[in-house]
């Protein structure tokens, strides 16, 4: 998530699922002042489609949560 410069810092943590399953959410801090919009979404995740795979941007999941600082 470096080449997107409105986060200020990011990880992915990896977490056993109930039934199996394996999730690995992406946990982003942005900087100041800046919305999780549309477009920057799709920069996330053109990001790790280019930069490590399209099979990690997987379509259901459970839902985000968003926290303020």
């Known amino acids: 998530m470096d ?3 409105e986060i200020a810092d990011a990880l992915v943590v990896g977490v056993d699922l109930a039934d199996g399953a394996h999730w690995m959410p992406l946990v982003a801090v942005l900087l100041g002042g800046t ?3 549309e477009g920057l979404k799709d920069r996330i995740r053109g ?3 280019e930069r ?3 099979r990690h941007l997987v379509r259901s999941r ?3 949560l ?3 600082a």
Do not use: C, D, T
Request: glycine content about 0%; cysteine-free; aromatic content about 0%.
């Open 3 to 5: 080449k997107i410069p």
């Open 52 to 54: 490590v795979s399209p």
């Open 35 to 37: 919305e999780l919009a």
């Open 47 to 49: 990001q790790i489609r």
């Open 62 to 64: 459970p839902p985000p």
């Open 66 to 68: 968003m926290v303020r």
